[in-house]
């Protein structure tokens, strides 16, 4: 009913910058939170940063003032900056994301897209 895609993922040297995006499509009336995990090799999944339907944002304090999460709601887009990359930040980014799709019930949902790679390395 709902799909989440992401792009944007690639390689980077270190220091470099790259923007994630992730736009949801399908039977959509609402999206309240909105967010990005990561996966690295053998390591679990964490939660990197997450936006409310209102704008406001929390982070893990690896990324603060290196990531910016944002969204636009016309689009059903959540996006994600990352600007001072590090080889630590190498991991499968994926999005996440908590959807109304019924007009006559509150009930949301909670969908993942199918990840996007990032590698920091020289």
């Known amino acids: 009913q709902v799909q989440l895609r992401e792009s944007g993922g690639g390689l980077v040297q270190p220091g470099g910058s790259l923007r994630l995006s992730c736009a949801a499509s399908g039977r959509i009336v609402s999206i309240n939170a909105m967010r990005w995990y990561r996966q690295a090799p053998g390591k679990e999944r964490e939660l990197v940063a997450a936006i409310t339907s209102d704008g406001s944002t929390n982070y893990i304090d690896s990324v603060k003032g290196r990531f910016t999460i944002s969204r636009d709601n016309a689009k059903n887009t959540v996006y994600l900056q990352m600007n001072s990359l590090k080889p630590e930040d190498t991991a499968v980014y994926y999005c996440?994301?908590?959807?109304?799709?019924?007009?006559?019930?509150?009930?949301?949902?909670?969908?993942w897209g199918q990840g996007t790679q990032v590698t920091v390395s020289s």
């Open positions: 996440n994301a908590d959807v109304r799709s019924g007009y006559l019930s509150p009930a949301s949902y909670n969908y």
